[in-house]
């Protein structure tokens, strides 16, 4: 399960026989690498990773600095009185849920949002039948969370804390809000469907009128002016989608022979999630002709219906690459496979790479090498 905050490890804390026993089968079939710790002289502590000498409140400080999320198996109230004395902000909290003796309602009690309570919720629900007890106004109402925005596509928020606050009323009350996407990816907004009708995408930032609009989200790589910056001051929210997201894509592979599909998915998988990069942006392959007939590669490239170029090593050998490899030179006669094809089918230089080679290797015990550049340059190849 995503952790919005990290690597710090999810806790599970019990505080009674049936808790520990609810924690435990959470940890077994959805959060293995969770810590479990139970309070003395509940039946079962054996199996805890550690247990807890009363009083629990004397080890709520040492949990809120070291785990993430902290799901308590007890009464809401008991919950809140535990972790009041800890809280600081919804941008230093975790993620803290309440779970209730039958494990029949998870709620979310900090850090809905930024801290990720409210989607882990919904997941802990979905595995123990239970209903999650969601209170943010914008889940209640079904519209997008101001600070959640792109979150999934990993873009950055720029906005003082009070305007995000300001934002999200605005969008809550249903008051006019000008929406304005220059990049990053447009697939968000499959999550809102219908699209709510006072959140009005325009064209231009010309189009934004603060007369009229409330708040302004802006979805943009490019510096802000200072004008816009001071007309919409304490009203204005600005998303940072990665390069490259929402543009066309030219993937560079190499692999080992005999590479698996399962390997080759994976691969893609982990480099394009990393950095919020989807294979629907992908408009072409690329690749030595020696790994032309590779299945892996051949079923990619039928299954997504894009065009596969392929390159002779004599070709790649030429091309300057960030990452040459002498091992790869002597078994295929180039020293650059994935990233060589890559910026010659396109035209770019070394410098545009979104992505230098990644490795990967599979389960199979076969290496994957994958590269990523913008499309093509307008005007110096035509391959693509």
Known sequence: MNNPRGDVKPALVAVTRRGAE?????????????????????????????????????????????????VIFAALGVVVRLIAPELRSKREDPAVLAIDEGARFVIPVVSGHIGGANAHARALAAFFDATAVVTTASDVASLPAVDLLGQAWRWQVEAEPAALTWCAARVVNGDPVALLQESGSRRWREAWQPWPEHIEEIGTITQADPTRHQALLWITRQPLPEVARLLWQ??????????????????????????????????????????????????????????GDEPAIRALASDRALPLHLFSAAQLAQVAVPNPSPTVAAHVGTPSVAEAAVLLLTGRRADDLLVTKQTWCGADGKNVTIALAPGPVVGRVAHV
């Open 234 to 291: 304490g009203r204005l929210v600005i998303y940072r989608p990665p390069p490259g997201q929402g543009e066309p894509l030219v993937l560079g592979i190499g692999c080992d022979r005999h590479t698996s599909l399962v390997t080759l998915a994976e691969a893609l998988d982990r480099v394009l999630s990393a950095r919020g990069l989807s294979l629907e942006d992908v408009i072409a392959l690329t690749t030595l002709d020696l790994k």
């Open 22 to 70: 609810h924690a435990a089968r959470l940890r077994a079939g959805l959060w293995p690498e969770a810590r479990l710790f139970v309070l003395d002289g509940v039946d079962g502590a054996l199996t805890a990773d550690r247990v807890l000498v009363r009083p629990l409140r004397a080890h709520i400080a040492e949990l809120f600095r070291s785990c993430n999320p902290l």
